[in-house]
């Protein structure tokens, strides 16, 4: 009886044996496993047969990895190449548009601003514009200088009296599209209690809408005695991380600042100094060394009228025109009228049957004058004729001359006196 139990049980160990053995190269047919990975499930490579989404994403949560193996990350490096700099864009002849923001100092067409782009015109085709005079938020048609194959576009929104603030709050019209560089350039219209505030609010308002490299100007001293605030430039663009163009720098290290003072605006700088001004401005920028050309007086240019940021801007208010001095005299009041004087005409005697000779009058005697009516002052006078003789009379030898017997003898005068009295 013992026996035959233990030959039942080897022979149903051996029948278990043999199950687990059919089993086992099942799932070593269908999942590619070992025998080593039966028995170490973790290091086993997963099987096509898997669990349920549901268990799959159960497993995931809880393990911190997929299930799957992730595909590679593309290498961003490689896709997102470098964008060269303006110094590259510029020698590959690349056409760029530079806005300036600034005060009175690049205003005048003998300023740095203006010597700038006729340096450019060397080797570019540069187009040159200035705010209009009615309206400094708009500019004008372009001048344009060189006659280059690239071109550089210079919109000079530098104004007298300028701010940043006033550029912030108009930024809009002042930054075309597609603007390559930006550039700083203020401090004579501030003061230190404001400028570092203004710069700050034209900053954040170039980082909101235009992606184009800006440079921060550090003036040269100025020289009208008001405070420097050239160190406050600098400690700005510093802080703000911002590119500088150290003008004053360079003008103090080549003591420039008492030579290129200008006579016409104590603020600014000469044409010596614009010229220099220009060339440190195009070396910090694009890099690259341009032949200078010789300082000219461009015609002038009428800088525009800043209005206040509050305020809107009102259109020109057309003034008369100034009459000149003429040189004549202005007519004076009319002189009293004046007769001419009374020339008594001629005396002729009348006709008779016989005509007797007279004597000649005498040279020595003065002959009376006839006496007339003196001439009215709105017609000419008249002279009455000589009574005709009817009489024998003997012919007189000297000419007869008839009188009026209300008018004493006096002639000629008597005819004056009476004009001044009846004006």
């Given at each position: ?74 290498d961003v490096s490689r896709q997102t190449a470098s964008e060269p700099d303006l110094s590259e864009r510029f020698t590959e002849g690349e056409d760029l548009t530079v806005v300036v ?9 003998a300023d740095w601003v203006r010597a700038w782009a006729e340096l450019l015109a060397t080797e570019r085709t540069v187009e040159y514009l200035t705010p209009t005079v009615s309206d ?176 809107p801007i009102e259109p020109p208010v057309e003034e008369p025109p100034v009459e000149e001095p003429s040189d004549t005299p202005p007519p004076a009041d009319p002189p009293p009228y ?86």
């Amino acid at each position: 009886m013992t026996t035959r139990r233990v030959r039942g049980a080897s022979l149903g160990l051996v029948i278990i044996l043999i199950n687990i053995l059919l089993v086992a190269a099942l799932v070593m047919a269908t999942s590619n496993r070992t025998v080593s990975d039966l028995f170490n499930p973790d290091d086993a490579a997963p099987t096509s047969v898997g669990p349920e989404p549901d268990a799959v994403q159960d497993t995931a949560s809880r393990t911190g990895s997929p299930t799957l193996a992730p595909l590679p990350s593309p290498d961003v490096s490689r896709q997102t190449a470098s964008e060269p700099d303006l110094s590259e864009r510029f020698t590959e002849g690349e056409d760029l548009t530079v806005v300036v923001l600034g005060d009175q100092t690049g205003t005048d067409p003998a300023d740095w601003v203006r010597a700038w782009a006729e340096l450019l015109a060397t080797e570019r085709t540069v187009e040159y514009l200035t705010p209009t005079v009615s309206d400094p938020t708009q500019f004008g048609e372009p001048t344009l200088l060189g006659n280059g194959e690239s071109s550089v576009s210079i919109f000079n929104a530098s104004l007298v009296g300028g701010t940043p603030d006033y550029a912030a709050e108009r930024l809009g019209a002042y930054l075309p599209q597609g603007t390559d560089l930006v550039l700083l350039n203020f401090g004579r219209s501030n003061t230190d209690e404001d400028l570092e505030e203004g710069l700050d609010e034209l900053w954040d308002a170039l980082e909101d809408s235009t992606g184009a490299e800006v440079y921060a100007v550090v003036q040269p001293p100025r020289q009208d005695g008001a405070e420097q605030l050239t160190d406050l430039t600098r400690e700005w663009a510093q802080d703000a991380d911002a590119s500088v163009i150290d003008v004053a720098e360079v003008f103090e290290d080549e003591e420039l600042t008492a030579l290129t003072v200008s006579t016409r605006d104590p603020l600014s700088v000469n044409l010596a100094g614009a010229a220099r001004w220009a060339e440190i401005v195009q070396h910090e920028t694009f890099g690259v060394e341009l032949a200078a050309v010789d300082p000219t007086t461009p015609p002038e240019i009428l800088p525009p009228t800043l209005p206040t940021a509050t305020q809107p801007i009102e259109p020109p208010v057309e003034e008369p025109p100034v009459e000149e001095p003429s040189d004549t005299p202005p007519p004076a009041d009319p002189p009293p009228y004046t007769p001419p004087p009374y020339t008594p005409p001629p005396y002729t005697p009348p006709p008779t049957s016989d005509p007797e000779p007279t004597t000649a009058p005498d040279p020595t005697s003065d002959p009376e004058p006839t006496t007339t009516p003196p001439p009215s002052l709105t017609s000419p006078p008249t002279v009455e004729p000589p009574p005709t003789s009817t009489t024998s009379e003997p012919e007189p030898t000297e000419p007869t001359v008839t009188f009026d017997p209300d008018d004493p003898p006096g002639g000629l005068p008597h005819v004056v006196l009476e004009l001044l009295r009846r004006l």
